[in-house]
């Protein structure tokens, strides 16, 4: 049952407008959705692609207070090493095979997250709401 509620709100969230977003608290768990995905390679151009098709879990778990990230409904997950609230946004940062960063709007709830590596690069968006 708990997982069928939360089905339905990850689909709510990506069929909700901007104006009807309601924001995160910042400190609450948090259910992400990554809408968007681009990828960067050392000597060629960016793509767009499907988030399966890099193997980038649509869906998050983030807990700020635990500094605990994790796919929806799978089993990898991650530290976040450093948690930071300024100018209404957290910004979550650590390192899981490549370092990144992540942003998140306390006010309509709207990510943007960087992976960097050596050789590629990832800038991922989506949207959060508290759990």
Avoid: W, Y
């Avoid at 799978?74 to 976040?80: A, H, I, P, Y």
């Avoid at 942003?103 to 590629?120: D, H, M, N, Q, V």
């Amino acid at each position: 049952m708990i997982g069928r509620i939360a089905g339905i709100a990850s689909l709510a969230l990506l069929l909700a407008p901007a104006a009807a977003l309601a924001g995160v608290n910042g400190a609450k768990p948090m259910l992400c959705a990554v809408t968007e995905a681009i990828e960067c390679h050392h000597e060629s151009e960016c793509s767009r692609g499907s988030v399966e098709s890099m193997n980038i879990p649509p869906f998050l778990q983030i807990d700020p207070k635990q500094k605990l990230m994790r796919e929806h409904k799978g089993e990898r997950k991650t530290t976040v090493q450093t948690v930071t609230e300024k100018d209404g946004q957290v910004v979550l940062q650590g390192f899981e095979n490549r370092a990144f960063s992540i942003s998140i709007s306390k006010e309509t709830g709207r990510l943007t997250a960087t992976a960097t590596g050596p050789e590629a690069g990832f800038v991922l968006f989506g949207v959060c709401t508290d759990l």
